[in-house]
């Protein structure tokens, strides 16, 4: 069994940046693909981020490239989303997810393992 725990959102202005950080528990993730997902409020739930099993190759949505970075330190069984130049329509409920296989995906249904999110807000 796989628990994901997301840790640092928060409050931010327009402009500022926060750095997400999802702690892996249980079997190793080493050779799992793991992504970001966002559920802003009132809509579907989006995919934001995706990162291979070696952080070697990223996917990004394109309402986040250019500003969010995605990666993982495998040693300590982290993976990361850092956040800048924030808008208020980054706003949501922000998930991470896990994969049984390595290669990054963004479609939902192809995460088998989810954390119970973080919220963040921009403020404008």
């Known amino acids: 069994q796989v628990q994901l725990v997301e840790s640092g959102g928060g409050l931010a202005q327009t402009g500022g940046s926060l750095r997400l950080s999802c702690a892996a528990s249980?079997?190793?993730?080493?050779?799992?693909?793991m992504g970001w997902f966002r559920q802003p409020p009132g809509k579907e739930r989006e995919f934001v981020a995706a990162?291979?099993?070696?952080?070697?190759?990223?996917i990004y949505a394109d309402s986040v490239k250019g500003r969010f970075a995605i990666s993982r330190d495998n040693a300590k069984k982290l993976v990361y989303l850092q956040m800048n130049s924030l808008k208020p329509e980054d706003t949501a409920v922000y998930y991470c997810?896990?994969?049984?296989?390595?290669?990054?995906?963004?479609?939902?249904?192809?995460?088998?393992?989810w954390g119970q999110g973080t919220q963040v807000t921009v403020s404008s």
């Open positions: 997810a896990a994969r049984t296989t390595s290669l990054a995906n963004q479609a939902r249904y192809a995460y088998d393992y």
């Open positions: 249980g079997r190793t993730l080493n050779s799992n693909a």
């Open positions: 990162i291979n099993w070696s952080g070697g190759s990223t």
